[in-house]
């Protein structure tokens, strides 16, 4: 199949990143996202502001990534889009645009889940990047998002675990907003844990059956901790601050490894792939390489630019479905709660 040349591209609008991608026989030639700083003024994402920067982005970005991948736009293959899980105003603005393209163009169209994109990103041809075999277990960390997924083939995929309120992102986000950080919090909280105590200050792990997870308790408990400390002493904040972010930090990390441990365990499957906007932590990163050791894991943790939100995720799983023959209609639409 690879001696045939298809150029796929690639739309992602779920959230608060505009990006497009074109992938040539599963190889990026280009992966362009524009980020929407409006936001961090709100310390979080303003859906209606979302969908507005998104149309102003969408031509440009789109623009950007066929000339990048120095080609033209008659070249291409197919379109692909995210039709969901996300934002509903914002999944309108990509599907629509991408229906239109494919449609002015007279190429397929093809429908992507976002939560199979960040598993499936593991499948883009990347040099010094090995691919994980099937059977293995995907964790899909992110502000949207907290499962454990047994990925059996490419498009068959179960959620073994998943959370039952906020997402780990979430964690970082709303623990980083109570200590005053700007929005979002992960990558600073990330960045302090390595100046910090991971033990200075011990936060209680929630207690989920299964594989499940539950992040709002967590939130909570260090809301009250904050509260109360900072009652003693008004400075207790600036004058912790790294160790606090070590000590959320760990504790979430804690989290997610004991569940893997289970779902490992439950499973008989050892091999572990990474996605979303969480799995750029560096503290995860290490904590999961560590468990090749101690656990016999094999670990696969993706190139930082496809670990949050992209549009090559997008591309890649629509070039997997192209080689399927698996298209959409022009009819399709958007699906704000679309399932694995
Ligand atoms: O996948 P993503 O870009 O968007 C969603 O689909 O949600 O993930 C964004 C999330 C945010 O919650 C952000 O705080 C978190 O990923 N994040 C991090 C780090 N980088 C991004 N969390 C912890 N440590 C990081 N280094
Ligand atoms: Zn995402």
Redesign the pocket.
Known sequence: MSSQNFYILGIES??D?TAASVIHNGRILSNVVASQKIHEEFGGVVPELASRAHQQNIVPVVHQAIEKAGISKEKLSAIAFTRGPGLMGSLLVGTSFAKSLAYGLNIPLIDVN?MQG?ILAHFIEEDGFEKPPFPFLAMTI????TQIVRVDNYFEMNVIGETIDD?V??A??KS?KILGLGY????E??RRATLGNPKAFKFTKPKVDGLNFSFSGFKTAVLYFIQREVKANPNFIVENLNDICASI?YTIIGILIDKLKLATKQTGISHIAIG???S???G?RKALKDGEQKFGWTTYIPKFEF???NAAMIAIVGYLKYLEGDFAEQDIVASARLKI
Do not use: K, L, R, W
């Not at 992110?142 to 998002?145: I, R, T």
């Open positions: 779920s959230c990143d976002h960040h992110s502000g949207g998002h997402a992102g979430e970082f986000d980083g979002p919090a992960g990558p909280i990330d930090q979303g906007g969480v750029a932590n560096s995860i670990t949050t939100d």
